[in-house]
């Protein structure tokens, strides 16, 4: 082992933390993940970042750190965010009128 993690430059401590690092993210992912599910299935509706503000004094309990960016993009990857409602918004409206164009018959 000692002489493969000599050939990309990286010590078989380095190697090791690695894979420790990736099962932990690994770990903590899942939990989450499960505990975003069991979130929708009693509140069909509730978005990721109110999840989040439910979830992270648990989160911070059991010591991962999980900020909104590395949140959102997890939901992302298993298709569990929300889709984004849009609100079109009405400055004008060009079609109505008040009273009838008085300039129309106005004589100079």
Not at 9 to 15: C, E, F, L, N, Y
Not at 18 to 45: A, D, G, K, P, T
Not at 68 to 96: C, I, M, N, V
């Amino acid at each position: 082992m000692a002489r493969i993690c000599g050939w990309f430059g990286i010590s078989r401590q380095a190697h090791y933390q690695m894979l420790h690092r990736q099962q932990e993210r690994q770990r903590q992912n899942e939990y989450i993940l499960s505990r975003v599910r069991e979130f929708r299935q009693r509140h069909l509706w509730m978005g990721a970042r109110k999840i989040l503000h439910e979830l992270r004094p648990e989160l911070l309990q059991k010591g991962f750190m999980t900020g909104r960016d590395r949140f959102f993009e997890l939901l992302a990857q298993y298709d569990l965010l929300l889709p984004r409602h849009y609100q079109k918004r009405r400055t004008t409206w060009s079609g109505l009128w008040r009273a009838p164009n008085l300039i129309k018959t106005l004589r100079l």
